[in-house]
C-alpha cells in the first residue's frame, strides 16, 4: 500500500513536471514549425498552404459537458446556430479560392449530427480536391443517417469518422452508439477511428487574466491547441479564431476587447494576406481568458455532465 502510494505520488509529479514539460516542448516546436512552413512557402510560391481547420457546423450538442473545451454548454439559446448548405458553401468557397492546400478538415460542433444539412456539408467537402482529409467528429449519441454514410462512402481515401469515445464516463454508457456506429462503418468501408476512452484536460471558467503581450505570446506559444477553429457570427458571416473557445467567447460576447486580429473572416473580400497574418500572429486576446497551462495539469473523466 505505502509503495503504491510512492509509486502513484512519483507518476503523478513526473506527468506535472518532467512529462508535462516533455510533452509542451513537443507541441511548441510542431506549432512552430508548422507556422514557419506557412510563412517559407508563402515567401516561396505566393500560396497559403493551410494545414488544419475545425468548423463548427451547429452549437447545438446532445450533452453538456462541463469540461468541453469548445465551451459549447455556455452559448446561450439565443445565441445558437446551425450553418445551412448554402451558407456552409460560401464559407468554404472564400477560404478555398485563397489557398492552396488544406491538410485536414474536422467537421464538428456541438453535435454535428444534428445540423439537418450535414449530409450535404460532408460531401462538399469530401469534394474539394483542396483539401486532403476530411474527418466527422461525433460523441457517439447520434446514429449516421444512410445520406451520412451514403456522403462519406463515395469518397473513402479521404473520409473518416472520428468517434469520441466517452466510455469511461459511466453515466453515458446507456446513451453511446459507439458499436453501432463501427458496425455500420466497417459494413460501408469507411475509416472509422475509436480510439480507447481517455481522461480530459479540466477547464476553468471563462476569465480574465491580466497578461502582457510578451507573456500572452508565450501561452498561446505552449498552448496544446494546435487548431484552428470556424465559427458561424451572429451578422450570418463566419470566421476562423485561434481555437474554438476564442470564437465562442465572441458569440457569447465575452470581453469587448477581442480585436480583429483574433480572426479573419470568410467573406468575398478575404485576401491571402490576411490568412498569413492571422496564422502567424501569437498574440490573441481570447488567450487572456484562458487559463489552460493550469488546467492541463489536473485529469478528469471525459464529459462529465452539467
Ligand atoms: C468540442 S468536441 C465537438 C465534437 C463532438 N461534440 C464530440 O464531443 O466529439 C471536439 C473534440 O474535443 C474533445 N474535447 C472536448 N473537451 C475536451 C477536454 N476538456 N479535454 C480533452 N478533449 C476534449 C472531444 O472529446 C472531441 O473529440
Ligand atoms: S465536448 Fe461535449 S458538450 Fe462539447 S461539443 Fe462535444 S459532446 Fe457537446
Ligand atoms: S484561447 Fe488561446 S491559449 Fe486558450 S486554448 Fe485557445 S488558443 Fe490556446
Redesign the pocket.
Known amino acids: 500500500m505505502f509503495v503504491k502510494q510512492i509509486i502513484n505520488s512519483l507518476y503523478t509529479n513526473l506527468k506535472g513536471g518532467i512529462l508535462f514539460k516533455i510533452s509542451h516542448s513537443f507541441i511548441y516546436w510542431a506549432h512552430h514549425l508548422s507556422r514557419m512552413q506557412m510563412k517559407f512557402l508563402y515567401t516561396l510560391t505566393a500560396n497559403i498552404y493551410m494545414l488544419y481547420l475545425e468548423i463548427v457546423t451547429t452549437t447545438r ?1 446532445t450533452l453538456k ?1 462541463k ?4 465551451d ?1 454548454p455556455e452559448i446561450k439559446a439565443n445565441e445558437q446556430y446551425s450553418m445551412s448548405f448554402e451558407e456552409y458553401k460560401n464559407y468554404l468557397d472564400n477560404l478555398l479560392k485563397n489557398i492552396k492546400r488544406l491538410r485536414l478538415v474536422r467537421i ?4 454535428p449530427l444534428l445540423n439537418k444539412d450535414i449530409d450535404k456539408i460532408i460531401e462538399y467537402t469530401l469534394k474539394q480536391t483542396k483539401i486532403k482529409q476530411v474527418y466527422l ?3 457517439a449519441t447520434v446514429m449516421l443517417s444512410d445520406s451520412v454514410v451514403s456522403a462519406l462512402k463515395k469518397y473513402p481515401k479521404k473520409s473518416t469518422v472520428d468517434i ?1 469515445n466517452y466510455s469511461a464516463n459511466k453515466d453515458l454508457l446507456s446513451r453511446l452508439k459507439i458499436k453501432e456506429i463501427v458496425e455500420i462503418c466497417n459494413r460501408n468501408n469507411i475509416t472509422v477511428n475509436c480510439p480507447e476512452s481517455y481522461l ?4 476553468s471558467p471563462v476569465k480574465y487574466h491580466e497578461r502582457n503581450t510578451e507573456e500572452n505570446r508565450r501561452y498561446y506559444r505552449n498552448c496544446a491547441s494546435l487548431c484552428v477553429g470556424m465559427h458561424k457570427l451572429p451578422d450570418g458571416s463566419a470566421a476562423v479564431f485561434p481555437c ?1 473557445r476564442a470564437g465562442t467567447l465572441l458569440l457569447r460576447k465575452i470581453g469587448n476587447q477581442i480585436e480583429k486580429k483574433d480572426y479573419f473572416i470568410l467573406n468575398n473580400n478575404l485576401q491571402k494576406e490576411e490568412i498569413l497574418n492571422f496564422h502567424l500572429n501569437e498574440d490573441f486576446d481570447a488567450c487572456r481568458y484562458c487559463n489552460f497551462l493550469k488546467d492541463k495539469r489536473k485529469q478528469v473523466i ?1 464529459a462529465i455532465q452539467k
Request: negative net charge; glycine residues 14%.
Open positions: 450538442c459537458c469540461h468541453c473545451i469548445g459549447i464538428l460542433g456541438g453535435e467528429v461525433t460523441n469520441s480530459w484536460n479540466p477547464v474554438l471525459p
